[in-house]
């Protein structure tokens, strides 16, 4: 089989190769499938740079959520079904075929396409719990920046239907009006001067005590500026790839506190997080979430995939399609 590996760490669209390897073996709980798609994240082209909070023993092959169907069955899995479209619970995903825990591995509703099947876990059931973490009441103000990436989109929806009021960040003024087409209001550009006091006609009266930041470098600053005092800045992300830089009266005098948020160490119980799964699925299945692909490329276009997955104003996921 092919797949996609990484013998060092560095620039995903140089150090990313296709290399043959052989077809791994299912072992006990685990199960077997051939990739239909793999979606390339945000984290997953950090692994590959060194830059995240994991870094795999080199070689590595990368991608971190799929779509598959099963294959073939360890010993003692009892849950799935060979012929299954599949997603959760795999690694190593950027390749013909793939091996999943079976504990963590749920079959995908016929009425779910593969677009949206293939990106469930890591962006909306990620926005769901960042939502769930803040502990955002009905009536409560959020401000976030990158409200026009996928994330961004989730979390102004997930909070509207939770009557959370999500004001949005964009760097652009032409996102505005690209999210008011997809229904999404509370939107302001930073791109001009003056945005601090459109962003406060906005919330009017409200008082903001949350903020999601993932853009890292000024990112926290803008939102803090907006922010009541005793709030409370999450750190979702790093677009930039700059260090957070903030002013100390942010801490001392506003009494804001500014921590991490990671879906692999969430502060969520972990029957929380899989009733968060099952209405992400639910809603994907009626109909009501779905989840565009920009583009999608075969394993041996990886570069171009990688370059593609990096460029501005995409109205979805940059994803490897499988054989």
């Not at 971190?64 to 099963?70: F, I, P, S």
Request: net charge neutral; with cysteine; proline share 6%.
């Amino acid at each position: 089989m092919h797949s996609i590996v990484f013998e060092r760490f560095g620039d995903p669209a140089e150090v990313l190769t296709l290399a043959k390897r052989e077809r791994p073996a299912p072992g006990p709980g685990q199960v077997l499938l051939r990739m239909i798609l793999s979606p390339i994240h945000n984290h997953d082209l950090m692994t590959v740079a060194g830059t995240y909070g994991i870094k795999p023993p080199l070689p590595a092959i990368g991608g971190t959520e799929a779509l598959g169907v099963v294959e073939k069955l360890g010993a003692g899995v009892e849950n799935l079904q060979v012929g299954q479209r599949v997603i959760g619970g795999g690694q190593q995903t950027w390749a013909d075929y793939y091996l999943v825990d079976a504990r963590y591995a749920r079959p995908v509703p016929d009425g779910i396409d593969d677009e949206t099947a293939c990106q469930l876990i890591a962006m909306p059931l990620s926005a769901k719990m960042v939502l769930a973490d803040l502990g955002l009441q009905r009536g409560d103000w959020l401000v976030q920046n990158s409200a026009n990436g996928a994330v961004g989109r989730l979390v102004s929806r997930f909070g509207a239907e939770k009557s959370v009021n999500v004001l949005s960040l964009v760097r652009r003024d032409a996102a505005v009006a690209e999210l008011a087409a997809a229904g999404i209001t509370n939107v302001v550009s930073t791109e001009q001067p003056g945005w601090e006091a459109r962003a406060r006609d906005l919330v009017g009266d409200g008082s903001i005590r949350a903020g999601l930041d993932s853009v890292g470098g000024d990112g926290p600053a803008q939102l803090a500026c907006l922010m009541a005092d005793g709030g409370e800045i999450v750190i979702f992300g790093a677009l930039s790839g700059q260090p957070i830089r903030i002013e100390p009266s942010v801490a001392i005098f506003q009494q804001i506190t500014i921590r991490g948020f990671w879906g692999a160490k969430p502060r969520l119980a972990p029957d929380v997080i899989g009733r968060l799964l099952e209405e992400v699925v639910a809603e994907a299945a009626s109909g009501r979430l779905t989840l565009p692909v920009d583009a999608a490329f075969p394993l041996d276009r990886i570069a171009d995939a990688v370059r593609a997955s990096t460029e501005p104003g995409r109205k979805g996921k940059v994803v490897l399609r499988g054989r």
